[in-house]
């Protein structure tokens, strides 16, 4: 694969699909357990929402590495990996991109492990997680405007 400029469309598509996960899941009741189990309807915006969110994350990391470094991915958690070697995400935030990968696949491919309760906690106390990745992601394109298409 040869390195060429990261699409400022698809940065903007995915920073704004994460971002607007995010904003769906936090008007749900997240600050009160029972409000957030009186309705069944709140667990399946949760869970739709958080696993959207965290494949824009992740596609965009890939987007990252396939157009502005030539690198090719074929798993999630490798995406994490990759970034960090490129300096596009510290040692931490990889750590959390790692994570959140293997999240992801648990909501896909194991979803009838992830209990209700498991989903609530991850949604009421962890989405600063994907805004700190996010952050990173806005930082580094921020610091290499040469490396995005017009």
């Excluded at 709140?42 to 990391?61: I, V």
Aim: hydrophobic share 45%.
């Amino acid at each position: 694969m040869t390195p060429g400029k990261i699409s400022r469309r698809v940065v903007a598509d995915r920073l704004a699909w994460v971002e607007r996960m995010v904003a769906e899941i936090r008007t749900l009741p997240l600050t009160d357990r029972n409000a957030f189990f009186a309705d069944r309807r709140n667990l399946w915006t949760a869970e739709s929402c958080l696993r959207r969110a965290l494949e824009a994350l992740l596609d965009l990391g890939r987007h990252i590495l396939a157009k502005g470094f030539g690198i090719g991915v074929s798993e999630y958690r490798e995406i994490a990996v990759r970034l960090e070697e490129q300096r596009v995400l510290s040692v931490d935030e990889a750590a959390l991109l790692r994570t959140m990968a293997g999240y992801r696949n648990r909501l896909v491919h194991f979803y009838h492990e992830v209990s209700p309760e498991e989903l609530y906690e991850v949604c009421a106390h962890r989405l600063g997680d994907l805004e700190q990745v996010l952050a990173a992601y806005r930082r580094w394109l921020q610091d290499h405007p040469d490396r995005l298409s017009e």
